[in-house]
């Protein structure tokens, strides 16, 4: 399998989340995004309209993170985070679910959360990835997230924030799209850092991916197209 270095790009949410990312940082990871074409940003709330102005004019989309980086907010501070989102220019979200509530086997608490959001995002014209953190999470657990997940009509689940303690997985990112329903998609982030890790994420059945390494990712790319 070989994707183009435009394929490649198109794929990427390019991460600037860091804690002690600068504006100056922000800056530079939105030119990076720029210079790379790539579908969106993805950070932090404080920069969404920072990041916007920077992106005005280019394809690149913005999007941010909710709950993040634990999930452990109530589910209405997560709906007034993702309405200022929106309101300061943000089209996608990633919002962290209640990781304790799925380890309590609390389904319905995620079920009632996510249709909640989803209804706020679908106001907005926006899109709603979910962020699992799928280190704290056994197999069947993932599966079952995968499947509530996608009856409340969200766009994506994702693996991992990059804040956990262990990255993406390709037999997560296995798992997530053999229960995903319906037009619902995986996201792999996490320590996704080269075009061969790239590849094997989308032959585990990713279509997109999270990653701060977004330069190193498609150099690999315009290597890999002239072997």
């Known amino acids: 399998m070989k994707l183009t270095p435009k394929q490649t790009a198109k794929l990427i949410d390019h991460a600037i989340l860091k804690p002690d990312a600068t504006r100056e940082d922000v800056k530079k990871g939105c030119l990076i995004a720029k210079e790379y074409d790539v579908m969106s ?24 993170v909710i709950g993040f980086p634990h999930g452990s907010q109530s589910t209405q501070a997560k709906v007034a985070e993702t309405v200022e989102a929106f309101k300061n220019g943000a089209v996608e979200v990633d919002v962290v679910m209640p990781i304790g509530m799925v380890k309590s086997g609390d389904y319905e608490y995620l079920r009632n959360e996510l249709e909640e959001l989803v209804e706020v995002v679908r106001e907005h014209n926006g899109l709603i990835k979910v962020i699992f953190e799928n280190c704290y999470l056994t197999a069947e657990e993932i599966a079952r997230c995968t499947v509530v997940a996608s009856e409340t009509g969200v766009d994506f689940v994702k693996t991992s924030t990059g804040f956990g303690t262990s990255s993406a997985k390709i037999e997560d990112v296995q798992i997530m799209k053999g229960h995903v329903l319906g037009r619902v998609q995986v996201k792999a982030s996490g320590g996704i850092r080269t075009y061969e890790d790239v590849l094997k994420m989308v032959e585990a059945g990713a279509t997109r991916i999270g990653a701060s390494a977004t330069e190193a990712i498609v150099k690999g790319a315009i290597a890999a197209q002239g072997e």
Do not use: N, W
Not at 48 to 55: G, M, N, Q, T
């Open 41 to 64: 940003v993805c950070v932090r709330g404080c920069d969404v309209a920072y990041a916007k102005e920077l992106l005005q004019g280019t394809d690149v989309l913005v999007g941010t």
